[in-house]
């Protein structure tokens, strides 16, 4: 959950998505609404009950979602 969730949160969603759409970034979808959603497919939502211990966010360097450009489909500005 933690690559895909914007927060890096552990224990499930943080109640601020939108109509299963990030907060942070309203253009990715919630990263927990995802696992929610395929956990219930699966009849496997009750194995969010198991807490996970707090993350140590010391050693913890930045934040967000990681982006993946892909170099061959970016647009070129005129005159480039």
Do not use: F, H, Y
């Amino acid at each position: 959950p933690i690559a895909r969730c914007s927060k890096s949160l552990l224990n499930g969603p943080c109640g601020g998505s939108n109509n299963g759409k990030c907060e942070i970034d309203p253009e990715i979808p919630c990263g927990w609404q995802l696992i929610c959603d395929r956990l219930k497919t699966l009849g496997r939502l009750e194995t969010l009950e198991d807490i996970k211990p707090p993350k140590n966010w010391s050693t913890s360097r930045d934040g967000g979602p990681g982006r993946i450009v892909r170099e061959d489909m970016v647009l070129s500005k005129e005159g480039e």
